[in-house]
């Protein structure tokens, strides 16, 4: 069973940028896909950006243009680059092989 483990989070001010990374125990090359998502407080977990093998992506609107996701397939590393950030992209970021494992979350925390 793979284990993934985030860092990277922190607080940041409005309009900033943060990097996150997610190290996987194990390689990712047979990987299908790789996610990351969010949770806030009180609300579901949504995705926030998917890269599939082949190394094609996907946003959801309100991410778009801001966050991009990237992998290192020889570091084992997916990353989050989050720019423009904003208040509401506070939440606990996971990343997640979209097989059932999950990494235990790093915050992030956007305010002046």
């Known amino acids: 069973q793979v284990q993934f483990v985030e860092s990277g989070g922190g607080l940041v001010q409005p309009g900033g940028s943060l990097r996150l990374s997610c190290a996987a125990s194990?390689?990712?090359?047979?990987?299908?896909?790789m996610a990351w998502y969010r949770q806030a407080p009180e609300k579901q977990r949504e995705l926030v950006a998917i890269i599939f093998s082949g190394g094609n992506t996907n946003y959801p609107d309100s991410v778009k243009g801001r966050f991009t996701i990237s992998k290192d397939n020889v570091k084992n590393l997916v990353y989050l680059q989050m720019n423009s950030l904003k208040p509401d992209d506070t939440a606990v970021y996971y990343c997640t092989d979209n097989r059932g494992n999950w990494g235990q979350g790093t915050q992030v925390t956007v305010s002046s």
């Open positions: 194990r390689s990712m090359f047979a990987f299908y896909s």
